[in-house]
C-alpha cells in the first residue's frame, strides 16, 4: 500500500490544532485539495466510531464512501479510515514546537490500477498524491496561524 508523508511547523497551541482537526471533521474541505463533501457525521461528538460520508476528486476520478474515526488520543493524535470508496488511513500525528505545533500527516491509501493507468506510470501518481499532502498541511497552516 503506498502512502505519502508530510510534515508542517504551525504557529498556533496544539490543542487548537487538534481541535480544528478533530472536533469537526466537515472542516477538511477548507484545507484538503480535491475534497468536495462531507456530511452525515454521526455521532456529533469526535470519538472513535464517529463515522460521515465524503466524496473525492483525486485527479479528476471521483470516489465516494463512508469514513470512520479509528484512533483519538488527544491532543497527539487523530485518525480515520476511508472504508468504502477508495481505501486509505489518514494519521495525523502533533507534538508541541515551542508555542507552536509539529503536525506529522500519514496517508496510507489503495492504487487502483485504473488510476495508474491514467497517469502512465505508479511514480508519477504517487508524486502527484505527495505534492497535494504538502498543498494540504500549506493550507492549514494558512487557516490556524494568527
Known sequence: MPSVTESVTIAAPVD??????????QGAVTFIPGL?????VSPAEAKVGQTW???FNWFGVVFAGQTRCSKLDRPRTYEFQTETGNRSTWTYTLSPAGTGTQLTLVVEYDLPESMVARFATKGTLEKMNQERASEALRNLKG???D
Not at 36 to 40: A, G, H, L, V
Open 36 to 40: 468536495n463533501r462531507i456530511e452525515n
Open 53 to 55: 460520508q465524503y466524496e
Open 16 to 25: 487548537r490544532v487538534y481541535s480544528f482537526l478533530a472536533d469537526n471533521p
Open 143 to 145: 487557516l490556524l496561524e
